[in-house]
């Protein structure tokens, strides 16, 4: 029985995998924010010794700076999501707490997947990107200087628990789509566990 459904979901179209930023992201975000207004905070208080007024604005505009930037930060983060289905790859993204883009490839469209940490604490921590390469992000634009132009059609997905693993999954979805595309529907979906640890 079918889990999962996002907007634009098309007819039988089964969703093999839902990506969620790992929650480290949703910290690092609220770190940020957080230094953010301590930086507010002490550069206000000390403007507050030649002027009284920004004493009381320092801790206002602190408070307010975290929870604004806290909701905004946990909005993104709750609304940033990618679908792996049977027939593509959807990614909404939160462009602004109001307004999400949606991006997709349809697997025909895909040429090849790339996956890398940011550094070796990622690694560890099994958390890295994930690049979905499309076709079209090189076109040739004149045959005689054969010149392309880079178009940015690639989907990044960013902060992906078991990065590595995901991104043999969808390799596997590749050749299964090119030799056999009737059994992308078949698959199994994707764990993110440990090998022998995804029954």
Same mark, same amino acid.
């Given at each position: 029985?079918?889990?999962?459904?996002?907007?634009?979901?098309?007819?039988?179209?089964?969703?093999?995998?839902?990506?969620?930023?790992?929650?480290?992201?949703?910290?690092?975000?609220l770190? &940020?924010?957080?230094?953010?207004?301590?930086?507010?905070?002490?550069?206000l208080?000390?403007?507050?010794?030649?002027f009284?007024?920004?004493?009381?604005?320092?801790?206002i505009?602190?408070?307010?700076?975290?929870?604004?930037g806290?909701?905004?930060?946990?909005?993104s983060?709750?609304?940033?999501?990618?679908?792996?289905?049977?027939?593509?790859?959807?990614?909404?993204?939160?462009?602004?707490?109001?307004?999400?883009?949606?991006?997709?490839?349809?697997?025909?469209?895909?040429?090849?997947?790339?996956?890398?940490?940011?550094?070796?604490?990622?690694?560890?921590? &099994?958390?890295?990107t994930?690049?979905?390469?499309?076709?079209?992000?090189?076109?040739?634009?004149?045959?005689?200087?054969?010149?392309?132009?880079?178009?940015?059609?690639?989907?990044d997905?960013?902060?992906?628990?078991?990065? &590595?693993?995901?991104?043999?999954?969808?390799d596997?979805?590749?050749?299964?789509? &090119?030799?056999?595309?009737?059994?992308?529907?078949?698959?199994?979906?994707?764990?993110?566990?440990?090998?022998g640890?995804?029954?």
């Amino acid at each position: 029985m079918q889990k999962h459904y996002f907007p634009g979901q098309q007819t039988d179209e089964h969703v093999l995998y839902v990506v969620h930023p790992h929650v480290v992201s949703l910290y690092m975000s609220l770190a &940020k924010v957080t230094a953010l207004a301590l930086f507010l905070l002490i550069t206000l208080l000390f403007l507050s010794k030649a002027f009284m007024f920004f004493g009381v604005v320092s801790f206002i505009g602190a408070a307010v700076l975290v929870g604004v930037g806290s909701w905004v930060s946990y909005e993104s983060f709750r609304r940033s999501i990618t679908y792996i289905t049977d027939r593509r790859i959807v990614r909404f993204e939160a462009a602004t707490p109001f307004a999400t883009n949606s991006r997709a490839l349809t697997w025909d469209e895909v040429v090849k997947v790339k996956t890398f940490p940011r550094n070796v604490l990622w690694k560890m921590m &099994k958390v890295g990107t994930i690049i979905v390469h499309a076709k079209s992000t090189y076109v040739h634009t004149h045959e005689q200087t054969r010149e392309n132009v880079y178009t940015n059609d690639d989907l990044d997905l960013e902060y992906v628990y078991y990065y &590595k693993d995901l991104g043999n999954y969808i390799d596997k979805i590749l050749y299964t789509y &090119k030799h056999s595309p009737h059994e992308v529907s078949q698959m199994h979906p994707f764990v993110p566990k440990p090998a022998g640890q995804r029954d």
